[in-house]
């Protein structure tokens, strides 16, 4: 699976749009951009995913450039619980390995009143 | 949306015991079921992948001897930690994929924080 590079940490002010970007200049062609958060000590909770195209959910919106060598999570107006670590992985659903998910560092966003 | 759980959600135990931990698939059917444990302040690391009714396949650096897992049926893995010791403390995590949808998405417990005292 390709690797991916985020911001260690983020600030957004409450009910602000957050954006988080995410590279992943790698990406090949049949891998998909997953974006799962994790607040803490809980257990990772999925947000969004896409191929190349933009999209959008009740929880966020998912934008894929172009070439799909980098995307940006928006979470259009951050509240104090969305304060979170943010995954940004690249990887193919169902290859071979199963579509296991591996996470890098991500990026701690802290939401502040 | 699909659920996952754990359980216990914590344990502590002493040196040299055994702990079990569960992940059932609540609404949904797992035919894999991914492991993971998260040390304070960092990132989960995946352990093993737990294929159910064959053996579980483990990442590079897991001792599968230590870290048991049996995928008995389509709803449920266990993990157990064998011979705990206090570097074994640690929060597991388990994700799961319904194997009826298409969209590839897992799906995580609430994790389980295991102590060894």
């Known amino acids: 699976d390709a690797k991916t590079t985020q911001p260690t940490s983020m600030d957004c002010a409450e009910g602000r749009a957050a954006n988080l970007p995410c590279n992943h200049s790698t990406i090949s062609g049949n891998e998909y951009v997953y974006w799962y958060r994790q607040i803490h000590s809980q257990g990772p909770q999925y947000i969004i995913h896409g191929l190349k195209n933009n999209e959008t959910n009740e929880m966020a919106s998912l934008i894929i450039t172009e070439d799909r060598k980098s995307s940006t999570l928006i979470l259009p107006h951050a509240t104090l619980r969305d304060t979170a670590v943010y995954y940004c992985?690249?990887?193919?659903?169902?290859?071979?390995?199963?579509?296991?998910?591996?996470f890098g560092q991500g990026t701690t966003l802290q939401v502040k009143p | 949306g699909a659920v996952v759980s754990q359980h216990p959600s914590w344990v502590i135990c002493k040196s040299g015991t055994s702990v079990k931990i569960e992940c059932r698939s609540l609404d949904f059917q797992a035919t894999t079921m991914f492991w993971y444990r998260q040390f304070p302040k960092q990132s989960l690391m995946l352990m093993a992948t737990s294929n159910e009714g064959s053996k579980a396949t483990y990442e590079q650096g897991v001792e599968k001897d230590k870290f048991l897992i049996n995928h008995a049926s389509l709803t449920l893995s266990t993990l157990t930690v064998t011979s705990a010791h206090p570097e074994d403390s640690s929060f597991y995590i388990c994700s799961a994929r319904d194997r009826a949808a298409n969209t590839g998405e897992l799906f995580f417990g609430e994790g389980s924080r295991l102590t060894v005292l």
């Open positions: 992985i690249v990887r193919v659903p169902y290859s071979s390995n199963t579509g296991k998910l591996i």
